[in-house]
């Protein structure tokens, strides 16, 4: 059933309109030092979506102080900290995996370019790395539904409800604070 979004040609779009207004947001608040915050976008070179140019790019901010000249890089939606996939398709391959096949295994790989290998790491990371990180301890607890962490993904979705863009959409908002560095670490 989510299948269908990893071809939803609205799907990126979407959660590129979110993170630049995010973007936005973040460039309006200045830095700690009170510098104000000048674009520095990087580049990405991410899989499994589209390989237009505003894609492959992440935004980032630096200060025009000199002697801060601080990184401020806001929480993304589109990336998921280092990983080299989008978020989008970390979270929808890993919620097909559950129970999967080898055969559906083998059209995910073709489908979006990522080995079962990977897929396999992935798994592990939504069921021991997220499940025992910090954030997920902390964030869990916000939640309206309870969420069982060996479904995960999947449950996460389900928590959030709606329909499969929607609940898409709001797990990538929650998980937004991961895509920065800091946050990741857990």
Known sequence: MYQNLLNDSSLYPTLLRLDEEH?????????????????????????????????????????????????????????????????????LVSVLRQGATPMRVSKLEELVGVSARTIARWRRWWLETFAR???????????????????????LLRAFGGEEQTALVRVLCFLRPLSVSSASDF
Do not use: I, M
């Open 133 to 155: 990180s910090r954030f997920w301890a902390s964030s869990r607890a916000h939640l309206r539904a309870a969420v069982d962490e060996k479904s995960l993904p999947l449950a």
């Open 23 to 91: 973007a936005l947001e973040a460039q309006e608040q200045k830095c700690e030092c009170g510098g104000v915050l000048h674009r520095a976008l990087y580049p990405r070179n991410p899989r499994g979506g589209p390989t237009s140019r505003e894609y492959q790019r992440r935004w980032s901010f630096c200060c025009s102080e000199e002697g801060c000249r601080r990184r401020h890089t806001p929480p993304s939606v589109l990336f998921l900290g280092r990983k080299c996939f989008f978020a989008a398709v970390v979270v």
